[in-house]
């Protein structure tokens, strides 16, 4: 495996509740280290354009209604086969389904507010980097 870096947001139901330490820790535990981190209140038009791949799901409306609907924590995460190992962190996107141990089964509140986004794949890890972090902000 080869070292990677891939794109994290934490959510709003995971700021609000000041959870952002608490799931940096289970990153960092997990080998994955934050090589760049901000905190930002998405518009709409970004959280539609960041999900568009979901505009025909009955659950679109919702979810960019709530990315928006208070800040949230975009990040770069960087490590041995960083977009997988993030994926097993988070566990599964249902809360229910989630393994014991994963930020999302212990810590997300349903399958729509689950507090946390993560890359699925090399090219989405890209395009989301470059959607939210300049280069300048990703040196080193
Ligand atoms: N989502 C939802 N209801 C669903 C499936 C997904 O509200 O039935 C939301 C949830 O916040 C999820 C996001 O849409 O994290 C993106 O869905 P995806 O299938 O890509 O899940 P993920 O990659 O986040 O595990
Ligand atoms: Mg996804």
């Not at 080869?2 to 000041?18: C, G, H, M, V, Y």
């Not at 409306?61 to 997988?84: H, K, N, R, T, Y």
């Not at 999302?104 to 986004?117: I, Y």
């Amino acid at each position: 495996m080869s070292l990677e870096r891939t794109f994290s947001i934490i959510k709003p139901d995971a700021t609000r509740r000041n959870l952002t330490g608490k799931i940096n820790a289970k990153f960092e535990a997990a080998g994955l280290r934050i090589v760049a981190q901000k905190r930002i209140q998405m518009t709409k038009a970004q959280a539609e354009s960041f999900y568009g791949v979901h505009a025909e799901r009955p659950f679109f409306d919702e979810l960019c209604e709530f990315m928006c609907s208070e800040p949230v924590i975009v990040q770069v995460l960087e490590g041995e086969g960083a977009i997988s190992r993030n994926r097993e962190v988070m566990g599964a996107t249902n809360p229910v389904d989630a393994a014991e141990g994963t930020i999302r089964a212990e810590f997300a509140e349903s399958v729509g507010e689950n507090s946390v986004h993560g890359s699925d794949a090399p090219e989405t890890a890209a395009e989301e980097i470059a959607y939210f972090f300049s280069g300048l902000e990703l040196i080193g």
